[in-house]
T-cell receptor, first 111, second 112 residues
């Protein structure tokens, strides 16, 4: 079992829909990252959070440390949001900047 | 704003050949990392560096070597490429331990 599990693995949505991607992890962490990877492109950091909620534009990330769970929400989705979304956690006491990555959620937003 | 730049973007190697991937960052970051990304798996750390002149092994270091002679550059070398090293390689940098990481565009390497 992976230490970081994302669901769903694949998601297709219609433009304008509200989207939720989930990340569950099994280790104690000091921080959680959400990353975005466009097809054939590089990886961009969206959020780094250790508690509560963060918002940037149409993106919202929440984390529940007690339940070891985080969600990434996209409001009013748009075709340009189509990408792979990756969750990564930094375990407590881990080696320098050791991150454990999920396998990603492939999102396709159709016009 | 160049950020993190990787060269080359694509490369095909024959088994046994050697090559070096270059990562350059212009943000004065201390920490730099090399990851590989394979289908169905999360990114895995190959080697990392916490400052100029330092390197350390990550999760999957075998078959790779690295050097950090200058703060802005982090080189990943494959001395004798194997088909198992076919992957997409990502370089990243960060200001410090636990801070936001900035990634390059990736290098798609195929070993035949």
């Amino acid at each position: 079992k992976n230490e970081v599990e994302q669901s769903p693995q694949n998601l297709t949505a219609q433009e304008g829909e509200f989207i939720t991607i989930n990340c569950s992890y099994s280790v104690g962490i000091s921080a959680l990252h959400w990353l975005q990877q466009h097809p054939g492109g590089g990886i961009v950091s969206l959020f780094m959070l250790s508690s509560g909620k963060k918002k940037h534009g149409r993106l919202i990330a929440t984390i529940n440390i007690q339940e070891k769970h985080s969600s990434l929400h996209i409001t009013a989705s748009h075709p340009r949001d189509s990408a792979v979304y990756i969750c990564a956690v930094r375990p407590y006491g881990g080696a320098t900047n050791k991150l454990i990555f999920g396998t990603g959620t492939l999102l396709a937003v159709q016009p | 704003n160049a950020g993190v730049t990787q060269t080359p973007k694509f490369r095909v190697l024959k088994t046994g050949q050697s090559m070096t991937l270059l990562c350059a960052q212009d943000m004065n970051h201390e920490y730099m990392y090399w990851y590989r990304q394979d289908p169905g798996m999360g990114l895995r750390l190959i080697h990392y560096s916490v400052g100029e002149g330092t390197t350390a092994k990550g999760e999957v270091p075998d078959g790779y070597n690295v050097s950090r002679l200058k703060k802005q550059n982090f080189l990943l070398g494959l001395e004798s490429a194997a088909p198992s090293q076919t992957s997409v390689y990502f370089c990243a940098s960060s200001y410090g331990d636990g801070t936001e990481a900035f990634f390059g565009q990736g290098t798609r390497l195929t070993v035949v």
